[in-house]
């Protein structure tokens, strides 16, 4: 290699002194034909001196042999022209000419393959391949190096089949074999490059010389069965090796495999057995890992492995083999294992918000068919496993709301971080958020309710308004996927009618926001009932300003109403829950003030009827202690009690029950929460937690409290299972009422219809949950009021009754 390299160097430098010298004949033949262009007319007179001129003329500027000379015109003065004229006989070439050619030619291949000097300059080589071929000689000196190279390639194999060596080894002198002739190859097709421009593209059957010697090598070499087999067993070695952790000679492989691809024998040769090779072992150790590994291990060593192979392909291997090797390792690590990596592992890393490890498990199964509906499959399943859990059990009642809340945000950031905000897998979300929600009918729209009243509450400081806006945004989510809303809508009514009437509301702006969010989810229909609520309390506060200056112009001597400041709020009965009518006895002063307000109001309003809710009261009192003044902020059923020790000291609980009229179970709830609770204004004798009938009362002359205002409040019944009761019993008569309007209004329209279809038309109309044995029994319930009938021919069919 060395001295071809010097010979190189050489031939360069001469080929330099060449082209010099022929620049310097070119620009003095160029003179020269300046000259002789301007020779006047004079001069052509001397005929056979001018013909002289012009021979020489044309031997200097035709080395090739055309004859160049200039045509002179006979006419003095006319324009000079050149006219060329061919040789009369080709140059003959020596005798022996083809046989020393090529053995000079042979000498320098030989020389080539051998990597010893070349005796002969480079330019002196092409020069006699080219004069071969322009006589003619081309075809015998294609075959005579086809030869040549032949001889050389089959006396290279004998190493290979001979001698037993170890299989690195083997490998590096195939590859130095390889790389030795590719070299050869090129510098031979150097100096046979006119042989390769003229010849053999004139003839495509002929093979270039460079894919000639490729050719050769491809049959004498790699298509032998011994040399194929220890080349393409040792390259699984070495990848073998690799794939185990140890380090190989990775440019070794890369050059070997494109020794390979070069020699189109890639394919059949090495890619079958090493797909198969890789399928084998993947096969194992993903039998192996899935029984030793955690999920999360077992898929980082997934991840890694098919990194591991994207490295490969980009090192060494054919990029033809890229989506089956990717596709080999896919299936046996990650197909073949995927209800067992989901059935194994699924549930745990959703249960501890595994996020990295989901991320990796999505991209991981994105790759795989089916993968991604197996996975969306398994997330719906575990949703509403867990969902059940939370909403079934009346134990997490208290706290099935917000845990609800936290599942889901929970959800909705896994679906969102882990698996790119996939629609499927939000829709997927949705749809078994709805299903373990309405497992337990009624109760989640109830305690939804319940939750919102608490947080809408004056009490509830633990948030912001920002924050407050953000959960009720979020209960709103939960609240869509409820199947009964009137539920929701009857328990919502009832706790903001007290949250109104106590002045209980955290915010105003928070409670219209919240009613904004409902009318926006279920149409004006839905809230309009609320707003009325909300109109109710505004008007009252303008009746109540004009009741002030009412009583302002009034003077009443008689009686003490100047220390009584009465507030009243009129409410529409229809926009308001149902509340018991009771009868309690109320002080004469409070009495006439009520008087006094009806006379005022029906005054303004007339026709219109006022109706007393004193359950819904509440006051103020003054109250004097030994220890200071107070101020008491009690329900009226307390007042009226407390009302009582003005006259008297020591009260039964038969007394205080016919003094004021309170039903039993209230004004024992009311005493105890005046002197068994935080606040004892009272004293019982005996002492105890619970009232009793033989029981006493006293006012409390040791109460003491580092407050002024205090509220003492009435203990309540958790929400007692009578008024639960009622209000499910509100809502499952509107419900009645709303399938019989339904039930009229589509037969109105049809006039005739089956019961089957009757019943369709009812389910796409009704918007909460309802039994086909429920709509019967409406039906029923219309035929015998008459608004409706069975036709004679057809028991299956109604008809309207106009």
């Known amino acids: 290699m060395s001295s071809f390299t010097k010979i190189q160097v050489h031939e360069a430098q001469q080929g330099e002194d060449r082209v010099n010298s022929r620049r310097k004949r070119n620009s003095s033949n160029s003179e020269n034909i300046s000259k002789r262009v301007k020779i006047d007319e004079k001069s052509m007179t001397d005929t ?395 109760k989640p729209a109830e305690l939804i309710a319940k939750f ?29 996927f409820i199947h009964g809303k009137d539920v929701f809508e009857a328990f919502y009514k009832k706790d903001l009618a007290k949250r109104l009437l106590v002045g209980k509301s955290a915010s105003v702006d928070a409670e219209k926001s919240m009613l904004s969010k409902l009318k926006q989810e279920c149409g004006g229909g839905f809230t309009s009932k609320l707003e009325g609520m909300f109109k109710d309390m505004e008007l009252s506060k303008d009746i109540n300003v004009a009741f002030k200056q009412h009583m302002g112009n009034l003077r009443y001597p008689s009686l003490h109403l100047a220390n009584i400041d009465l507030t009243v709020n009129v409410l529409t009965m229809g926009y308001w829950p149902t509340y018991p009518a009771c009868e309690v006895n109320l002080p004469l002063e409070m009495v006439q003030y009520q008087n006094i307000f009806k006379k005022f109001y029906l005054g303004k309003h007339s026709g219109r009827k006022l109706q007393w809710q004193p359950t819904l009261g509440h006051c103020v009192l003054k109250a004097t202690f030994p220890q200071g003044n107070k101020e008491l902020m009690v329900s009226l059923f307390q007042a009226l009690v407390l009302l009582l020790f003005n006259d008297a000291s020591d009260l039964s609980l038969e007394d205080i029950k016919i003094a004021t009229g309170i039903e039993d179970g209230e004004l024992r709830r009311t005493l105890q929460s005046l002197a068994c609770g935080k606040a004892r204004v009272l004293q019982k004798t005996p002492r105890g937690r619970d009232v009793e009938d033989n029981d006493r009362f006293q006012f409390n002359k040791d109460f003491a409290n580092k407050l002024f205002r205090i509220k003492i409040n009435q203990i309540q019944l958790k929400e007692t299972t009578e008024e639960q009761k009622a209000t499910e019993e509100r809502v499952f008569q509107d419900r009645q009422y709303q399938i019989d309007a339904a039930i009229v209004r589509i037969m109105k329209m049809r006039k005739t219809l089956s019961h089957n279809l009757l019943i369709s038309e009812l389910y796409n109309q009704l918007k909460f949950p309802v039994k086909p044995a429920d709509l019967k029994k409406r039906i029923e319930s219309l035929i015998d009021r008459d608004y409706m009938e069975r036709d004679k021919d057809n028991p299956n069919q109604y008809n309207y009754v106009a």
């Open 452 to 480: 919102v009243d608490s947080k809408l509450r004056a009490g509830n400081k633990e948030s912001t308004e920002e924050e407050l806006e953000r959960l009720l945004d979020k209960i709103m989510v939960l609240f869509r």
């Open 48 to 442: 056979t001196t001018n013909n002289q001129k012009r021979a020489n003329f044309s031997a200097l500027s035709n080395p090739n042999g055309v004859n160049k000379s200039p045509a002179i015109n006979a006419k003095p003065g006319a324009a000079k022209k050149l006219v060329i004229k061919n040789f009369k006989e080709k140059p003959k070439l020596p005798e022996n000419y083809q046989e020393e050619t090529w053995e000079k030619l042979k000498e320098a291949v030989i020389a080539i393959q051998t990597s010893t000097s070349i005796r002969y300059g480079r330019e002196e080589l092409y020069q006699a391949v080219q004069n071969m071929c322009s006589h003619k000689m081309a075809p015998t000196l294609y075959a005579n190096l086809t030869n040549l190279t032949e001889k050389h390639v089959r006396a290279n194999i004998m190493q290979f089949i001979a001698e037993s060596m170890d299989r690195h080894i083997f490998l590096k002198k195939m590859n130095e074999c390889w790389l030795s002739h590719c070299q050869q190859m090129i510098m031979v097709r150097g100096i046979f490059l006119f042989l390769d421009r003229t010849y053999v593209l004139q003839n495509p059957t002929i093979h270039s010389i460079w894919d000639m010697g490729l050719d050769l090598f491809r049959q004498h070499i790699v298509l032998n069965t011994l040399v194929q087999t220890r080349t393409v067993e040792g390259l699984l070695m070495l990848i073998e090796k690799e794939r185990q952790g140890d380090t190989v000679d990775k440019s070794l492989l890369k050059s070997l495999l494109r020794m390979l691809s070069d020699l189109q024998i890639y394919q059949d040769a090495f890619e079958r057995k090493f797909l198969e090779a890789t399928e084998r072992l993947y096969a194992a150790e993903g039998q192996r890992l899935m029984q030793e590994h955690d999920v999360p291990e077992y898929l980082a060593h997934v991840d890694k492995r098919l990194n591991e192979e994207s490295e490969r392909l980009i090192h060494y291997l054919d990029p033809s083999t890229k989506w089956q090797l990717i596709h080999t390792v896919e299936k046996q690590l990650l197909s073949e294992h995927l209800t067992s990596i989901l059935q194994k592992g699924l549930d745990g890393l959703l249960e501890e918000n595994r996020v990295s490890d989901l991320t990796l498990l999505y991209s991981l199964f994105t790759r795989v068919k089916n993968g991604l509906s197996e996975l969306c499959s398994s997330f719906n399943t575990y949703i509403k496993k867990k969902g059940r859990t939370i909403v079934i059990d009346p134990e997490k009642d208290k706290t099935m709301v917000q845990e609800l809340l936290d599942f889901k945000d929970k959800m909705d950031n896994i679906v969102c971080q882990c698996f790119q905000k996939n629609e499927k897998f939000a829709n997927s979300l949705k749809e078994a958020f709805e299903n373990f929600v309405n497992q337990r009918a009624n």
